[in-house]
């Protein structure tokens, strides 16, 4: 049985705005009729108890042909038939009698929407409590908050129940208590099979989670209609399409309109945590460069970085400041490929910095899956490579930044491995409170590198934890905790670790060198670092079950024997290696390790890269 | 028309309670209270008393009271037209979220303007026996005058409102051509004696309100008869007007929304 019938609907606006006398009596044109037609022969029938969910951009119609179906204007031809059903506006902006008190409102309101005054007075305890408003309810409207006021619509709606509801973009009122509240009311209502409900939201989340079908109207037709993912996934292609517009017509348009500030540094990294080395440079500057300007890219609009600081300037990615900050930026820090994610012109006086990750990692980058235009965008763009060993910077000169300077600073993140105790006992002292680790129970970090492509869906041979922590009580004693990461990239790909006291997943934890600190002992299989643990002194510990194929796909700088660490390729060996693990031999094979790598670390790197900042602004 | 006899009967609890808190809600911040709905046109007699009195020396028979009645009738008229202008975008809240028939926005103007008259005639009553003026049974014809005087209020109202919606400085007019209909409906002088023929009987004539206050007048303090055929013609006339509006807020009500 449908509830609502829609035929054929037209809905224009004539841009007669309400004019003046003065206006009337002096226009000699007879009023030139702008009609903007906002709905365009919209059909569709609803059937009783279906959830319907309407998007598409800002002005696509959504609002007005809910409010046509709501009978509040009529459309300028076809039919919209509700079949005498009761139906009920939820928008923002509430329509209420600001001279008159809240308990006024709730009943004009309900007589509006078709109650008799005793039914409203039956359900009226119920609409105050949801409401939260207390006392002030015998208060005039126009005293209340707008968070009140919406609070109070939203509640009358709820509350009284109509037939058919209509959802204008209202799921997002109130604080977070009263949203999530009214969140679980709106899903009650929803679970009625008699209720009709159509939501307009912008949030595809909310879209999602609610509706069961979507329509899709741009400029006043309807684009799709059906199953909810079908249409939210061409929905977001086209948003996503869009934008990608949007953003190529910004980039073009700054260029060249703005000019280079010579104390501006902007600091881009790739993921907003986990991105030690900008993040210990940043804080470097905001505490010794009082005169420069920083700016941060972030990737998303409500992104926590963990520094707070009025003089660090944020920017979105692919905005209009964005590129207004990039075009103006004297000095760039890049720690991935981040700027060549699009091809951006830079000014000459401009200086690009790069910083890698692997440093004296034992992964091949030069076989990392990136586009070949990325590669030569970047190969382009960067100025300086900064390096921490004789070891990176060939690695430098074997890749797409083949000739390009190279500093050998050290890397900023690793600093702080060379930092006075008691600092790096209040960052250890930091991880253990963040996971409620007792002071007495011992550290050791498990963090493999991310599953390639290649790996993606293969038996990776887990450990045994357990037995991992009885052969490291066994061998260094005292009680251990394990911490178990898994790669920024695997993150929802790999059953997750579950957290009890003994092992607990670190995936949430922000600055990986804090985790370093923390660890008495480290193991991985190829990721790089445990290269920058050994820095530390502490025993480390390879675990590579599928090291063969692992080199042949992917690629190794040396082989797993050349490192300090033991390797293993099964979990029986790993113990082994514990149990057998000499420390005298392994700090000779580090040292020679460092040694031949030619490892430049000093614990000076921001201040380094700095004093090359400033050479560069002068 | 069928429609809005209809909705009248659809929506008179909504009436009925919105002009009850309307009117609460007048009150409500003030001190005197709905003492204000008879302070009010008392203290403009006091001074329409003084204006008349002591600067032009023209008084007519029981004064304050001939006043009294002329102040009210005429605050009903002009209030409610005031409002009417002004309704759709007072109200537009409310209206672009539901709908409602607009000339039951009219008709809770009217009531509660009809309601706060009512109060402040209660003087009048008290009033009249105060000064001693004579009883007649021509006062009953105020029931049939003050009939009329809403039908024609109304039918005013309803051509407003939608006037309003398109002309958006159209109250400032109005309060102008309110202000001039006030001196020529001779709340505080009596047109017939105070004015020269012809323009006395043209004001009464073709001035409706000038005509029912004077009506009233003659009815409660002056024994003196009406003309029912007057009556008649301006009840036909409002009747007429509120048939217009009606008709125009019908058809066009669903564009205001895109207008405000």
């Known amino acids: ?52 969910g309407l998007i598409g951009k800002n002005g696509s119609g959504k609002s007005t042909l809910l409010r046509s179906i709501g009978g509040i204007f009529s459309p300028d031809s076809g039919v919209i038939d509700t079949m005498g059903n009761n139906v009920s506006l939820l928008s923002i902006g509430v329509g209420f009698q600001n001279e008159l008190t809240g308990r006024d409102n709730i009943f004009l ?71 999530k509240k009214s969140y679980a009311k709106m899903k ?38 059906g199953e909810t993912g079908e249409v939210l996934k061409q929905y977001n292609e086209y948003m996503d399409y869009q934008e990608a517009l949007m953003a190529k017509a910004d980039k073009a348009y700054w260029y060249g309109k703005v000019k280079v500030k010579p104390t501006q540094i902007l600091l881009y990294p790739t993921y907003a945590r986990y991105c030690d080395d900008i993040r210990y440079l940043c804080q470097y500057i905001l505490k010794h460069c009082p005169d420069w300007e920083v700016v941060w890219v972030k990737h998303k609009e409500n992104e926590k970085i963990g520094i707070s600081s009025k003089r660090l300037k944020m920017v979105l990615e692919k905005t209009p400041e964005y590129y207004r900050a990039i075009y103006s930026s004297k000095i760039i820090l890049d720690d991935g490929m981040n700027l060549s994610k699009e091809d951006i012109k830079k000014h000459e006086e401009q200086k690009i910095y790069k910083i890698l990750k692997g440093a004296l990692g034992i992964k091949d980058i030069n076989r990392e899956a990136v586009s070949q235009g990325k590669k030569n965008r970047s190969a382009k763009l960067v100025d300086y490579c900064i390096s921490n060993s004789d070891f990176e910077t060939g690695t430098y000169q074997s890749s797409i930044w083949k000739g390009k300077q190279v500093l050998e600073t050290g890397h900023p993140r690793n600093d702080v491995l060379f930092a006075t105790e008691s600092m790096q006992k209040e960052k250890a002292a930091k991880v253990r409170k963040f996971y409620k680790i007792p002071k007495d129970s011992r550290i050791a970090l498990y963090a493999p590198t991310c599953r390639e492509k290649f790996m993606h869906g293969k038996e990776w041979g887990e450990l045994d934890f357990q037995a991992l ?24 790909k790999w059953p997750e670790v579950e957290s009890s006291p003994e092992v607990i997943n670190a995936n949430n934890y922000p600055e990986l060198t804090e985790l370093m600190l923390s660890c008495d002992v480290g193991i991985t299989d190829y990721s790089s670092w445990i290269y920058d643990f050994l820095l530390l002194g502490h025993p480390g510990f390879l675990y590579a079950p599928n090291a063969r194929e692992y080199e042949e796909q992917r690629g190794l700088c040396y082989s797993l024997e050349d490192t300090p660490f033991p390797a293993a390729s099964n979990m029986a060996e790993l113990l082994e290696h514990i149990h057998g693990f000499h420390e005298e031999v392994f700090k000779e094979r580090a040292e020679a390790f460092l040694k031949e790598k030619g490892c430049k670390e000093t614990g000076t790197a921001c201040q380094s890269l700095v004093e090359h900042f400033r050479r560069e602004m002068e | 028309m069928k429609k809005f006899w209809k909705d009248l009967i659809r929506y008179r609890s909504y009436i009925i309670y919105a002009t009850k808190a309307n009117l609460k809600s007048e009150v409500a911040g003030s001190y005197l209270n709905w003492l204000w709905w008879i302070l009010d046109p008392l203290l403009f007699m006091l001074v329409y008393s003084f204006v008349a009195l002591i600067v032009f020396g023209k008084g007519e028979p029981y004064f304050p009271i001939f006043v009294f009645i002329g102040l009210n009738a005429w605050n009903f008229f002009s209030k409610s037209i005031n409002k009417s202008v002004k309704m759709v975008r007072s109200y537009k809240g409310t209206i672009s979220k539901v709908y409602i028939p607009k000339y039951i926005l009219i008709m809770i103007a009217i009531m509660q303007n009809l309601f706060k008259m009512a109060v402040a005639f209660t003087l009048v009553f008290i009033m009249m026996p105060i000064y001693r003026v004579p009883l007649s049974w021509y006062v009953l014809n105020v029931a049939p005058i003050f009939f009329t005087m809403f039908v024609f209020t109304f039918g005013c109202c309803t051509i407003m409102l939608h006037a309003g919606v398109y002309v958006a400085d159209l109250s400032n007019i109005i309060a102008v051509v309110l202000r001039l209909i006030f001196y020529m409906s001779g709340i505080f002088y009596n047109i017939t004696k105070r004015v020269e023929e012809p323009y006395g009987s043209y004001l009464l004539n073709f001035n409706p309100m000038a005509f029912l206050i004077n009506g009233l007048r003659n009815s409660l303090l002056y024994s003196q008869g009406v003309s029912y055929r007057m009556l008649l ?11 217009i509006g009606i008709r125009l807020i019908d058809r066009h009500e669903n564009s205001y929304v895109k207008v405000i």
């Open chain 1, 188 to 225: 009650e209502l929803i679970s009625n099979e008699d209720r009709t409900v159509m939501i307009v939201s912008h949030s595809a989340e909310t879209i999602k989670k609610l509706c069961t079908r979507v329509i899709w109207l741009n400029d006043g037709e309807i684009v799709a209609d």
């Open chain 1, 109 to 179: 309101s309900g007589l509006l929407l078709g109650f008799t005054k005793e039914q409203i007075q039956e359900k009226y305890e119920e609409i105050v409590r949801f409401s939260e408003l207390g006392s002030f309810i015998n208060a005039p409207v126009k005293t209340y908050s707008s968070g009140m006021h919406s609070k109070l619509s939203f509640s009358i709606t709820a509350v009284l129940e109509t037939d058919i509801m209509l959802i204008d973009e209202v799921l997002s009122v109130g604080d977070r208590k009263f949203k």
């Open chain 2, 233 to 243: 013609v301006i009840f036909l006339i409002g009747c007429v007007l509120a048939v």
């Open chain 1, 469 to 492: 922590r009885e052969a490291l009580h066994q061998r260094f004693g005292g009680e251990f905790t394990i911490l178990a990461r898994t790669h920024r990239k695997d993150r929802g």
């Open chain 1, 1 to 52: 049985m449908n509830a609502i019938e829609v035929r054929d609907v037209h809905i224009s606006y004539k841009t007669i705005k309400a004019k003046s006398i003065r206006q009337t009596l002096f226009s000699l044109k007879k009023s030139t009729s702008d009609r903007y037609e906002a709905v365009r022969g919209v059909s569709f029938d609803i059937k009783k108890g279906e959830i319907v």
